[in-house]
């Protein structure tokens, strides 16, 4: 279920995009962002329900904190089902080592974007296009590293096509997209998400001294 293609390390910083899926052909899928070393180190890939799903993903995300002793960021699609699942992560989260992705509003917009009161993501005819045009960017321009061969695999059955009213990028028939889906939401975490810095110790100031004369 999870293909791992390094090791996490001290001091680095995880995003996490989940696709949910709810029965049928679909797989459910994590991929496992690292901003620290602009790569993709881990891949969770599995024809499952989100059910069964969410408590690998949570070990998975306590095992990052372990590992690097900083909070991972996890967004799961809202879509498919993925409203249940949040709420079951977010009980699931009990130690709390890892943040839960929490939508942004004034997201293309003139307003100061900021969060929001949903937690997750949110695939939408609006947001779809935006999120894989960018992600193509960032491939185009190998701003990061991807080893995962199923995912290059789905890049290559990936499409644009020609629906009633407008242009759809989609997989090819008989393929699928949840790898790339997952991978875009990431990406998205990527940009918005940073770790959470370090509480510096408050410092007393030095005793005044007094001279006395005699």
Avoid at 52 to 75: G, N, Q
Avoid at 139 to 160: A, Q
Wanted: hydrophobic residues 35%.
């Amino acid at each position: 279920m999870f293909r791992r293609y390094r090791k996490y390390e001290p001091g680095e910083f995880i995003v996490v995009g989940v696709d949910t899926a709810w029965g049928g052909t679909d797989y459910c899928v994590g991929q496992f962002l690292s901003k620290t070393k602009l790569d993709v180190p881990t891949v969770y890939h599995s024809k499952v329900l989100a059910t069964e799903m969410t408590p690998l993903i949570h070990a998975e995300l306590e095992r990052i904190f372990d590992e690097t002793k900083v909070k991972p960021v996890v967004a799961f699609e809202r879509n498919n089902g993925g409203v249940a699942e949040i709420e079951r992560l977010a009980t699931l989260n009990r130690d709390g080592k890892y943040r839960i992705y929490t939508e942004k509003t004034g997201v293309g917009s003139t307003d100061t974007t900021s969060d929001g009161i949903r937690l997750g993501w949110t695939t939408s005819s609006a947001s779809r296009p935006t999120m894989l045009s960018m992600l193509k960017e960032a491939i185009d321009g190998k701003l990061f590293r991807i080893y995962d061969k199923p995912t290059i695999t789905e890049m290559f059955s990936f499409i644009v096509s020609q629906t009633s009213s407008s242009w759809k990028a989609q997989a090819e028939v008989g393929a699928h997209d949840d790898l790339i889906m997952a991978l875009a939401i990431a990406w998205q975490l990527y940009q918005s998400e940073n770790p959470p810095q370090p509480i510096k110790p408050r410092t007393r100031p030095a005793p005044r001294r007094t001279r006395f004369h005699v």
